[in-house]
């Protein structure tokens, strides 16, 4: 589809499918022009973000105008994102900054409910952590199934085939999530 032409009555399918693939095209050429503004991993994470928050609109029907007006979007999450993170890193209490230098993630920090011990938080932050890098062992078409269902608040409305889709996604995620760990 060209960046050109109208999308007219384009299915809401069709428009995350167009998200997902601008995505895997512009990714190298926006994690290259934004670059030095945070480092790889951060920058990794502002531009899923992005493309997770563009996802969910093209699924709740809001929908984009034209597939131009989904890179500008895209574009223009990614560097709101970048910005929120630098703001974050400019008002961060003492804590928080020592927490992301000790390796952990302040953002998660900074949710973290009262409530629950330190030990069962750092056995919880383990298990994020697991679950994010399982999901990039994921293919393409896996992680669109269950950032759909993720969308579309549990995707009760699904066809066969997607639901499928989905069971198996969330099947292959939870075996890798489990492959070798002891916890």
Known sequence: MSAKGS??????????????ELA?????ALLSAYRGKLRP????EC??????????????????????????SLEQKLRSRITDRLRARAGRSPLLAAIERSG????LA?????????EETVALRELLVRI???????TAAQRLALATQLGAGGGSGAGEKERK????????LRALVLEGWDG
């Open 7 to 20: 999308w007219g009555a384009a299915a809401r399918v069709d428009q995350r499918l167009w998200v997902a």
């Open 24 to 28: 895997s095209r512009k990714r190298a």
């Open 41 to 44: 991993d951060e920058l990794e």
């Open 47 to 72: 531009l899923s973000q992005a493309v997770l928050e563009l996802l969910v609109r093209a699924g709740r029907g809001d929908g984009f105008a034209s597939p131009l007006h989904v890179e500008r």
């Open 104 to 107: 952990g993630d302040a953002e």
């Open 110 to 118: 900074g949710v973290a409910d009262p409530r629950v011990g330190v």
């Open 132 to 138: 994010t890098e399982a999901a990039r062992k994921l």
């Open 165 to 172: 889709a989905r069971q198996r996604a969330r099947e292959k």
